[in-house]
């Protein structure tokens, strides 16, 4: 799901709350963690107490991926992942300290229990035997974007009318969009109507220069394209939509303690049937 980058580590310490007088463990930290230049320290802001409760804090893994986890202007981690689960860390009363990675090097680090958390993670058999898994927090799907005066391709009920009707689909090299697509792609007829990108930037020119038709994307991340763009009345969702499976917060199991695990699912079944987890989801959808 994610793609692989070349890694570095910025080391940024963020307080959500603070569960207990305790300190991490000395074995949590390490130099590549650490940044004693205040304007590299992270900030979050969302609680400043939290309930008594027994000592529970994560160190919280992320990468640049808008709009799910990011660093705002204000050096503020921000986005969709981050914001649900520092409401249910919140809710749970654990504290969170944030360290920016890639991929690859924080699934390492949650591996050897440096890393104790990771956001926007599919389940895989490979991945439970290092990682304890929490209740799914999102659907991953990906929806189909037309221009938005293109009446014709509107009127399409799906991705098969659409190669019915030789029209080229945009898709990002190596994204896994679901079965069904993946049986197109392997058939040589159907494989003719889809063009490859190295990014979803690229699919939206594309797309406004008429070169494809329609390009498929994740939903929030092409919500959040157009937004920052300002492309809504250039680029809008046809309706058609691809769910492959729920995502998830993995716990590394060389650091994390089990009933913490517990604790956080608690809390972050709670959570989603709250106002507040409608009011984020809405927000990263556009709406």
Not at 109 to 138: C, N, W
Not at 151 to 157: D, L, N, P, R, T
């Amino acid at each position: 799901m994610k793609k692989l980058l070349s890694l570095f580590v910025v080391v940024l310490s963020v307080s959500l709350m603070s569960c207990s007088q305790e300190q991490r463990p000395t074995n949590q930290e390490s130099s590549t963690m650490s940044s004693s230049d205040p304007s590299t320290s992270y900030q979050n802001t969302m609680a400043e107490e939290a309930p008594t409760v027994d000592a529970c804090s994560f160190v919280l893994g992320f990468d640049a991926w808008d709009p799910y986890q990011y660093v705002d202007i204000d050096d503020q981690v921000r986005g969709l992942d981050i914001e649900v689960v520092s409401a249910v860390a919140e809710q749970a009363g654990c504290s969170l300290e944030f360290v920016q990675g890639t991929w690859v090097s924080l699934l390492e680090g949650l591996r050897e229990g440096e890393i104790d958390m990771l956001l926007g993670a599919s389940k895989t058999q490979a991945r439970e035997e290092f990682a304890y898994f929490s209740v799914p927090y999102r659907t991953e799907e990906f929806a189909l974007y037309i221009r938005s005066d293109d009446a014709k391709h509107a009127g399409y009920a799906d991705i098969e009318e659409f190669i019915a009707n030789d029209s080229n689909i945009g898709v990002v090299g190596d994204y896994f969009y679901g079965a069904d697509i993946s049986n197109m792609l392997d058939d040589e007829k159907s494989a003719e109507q889809f063009n490859f990108a190295i990014m979803g930037e690229l699919n939206i020119a594309r797309l406004l220069d008429m070169d494809i038709d329609g390009f498929l994307e994740d939903s929030f991340v092409g919500a959040s394209m157009i937004r920052r763009k300002a492309l809504q009345d250039f680029v809008t969702p046809h309706g058609y939509t691809i769910q492959t499976g729920d995502i998830y917060v993995m716990f590394s199991r060389t650091s994390v303690e089990q009933e913490h695990v517990s604790k956080f699912n608690q809390a972050m079944a709670d959570f989603k049937g709250s106002d507040e987890y409608k009011r984020i989801m809405n927000k990263y959808r556009g709406k």
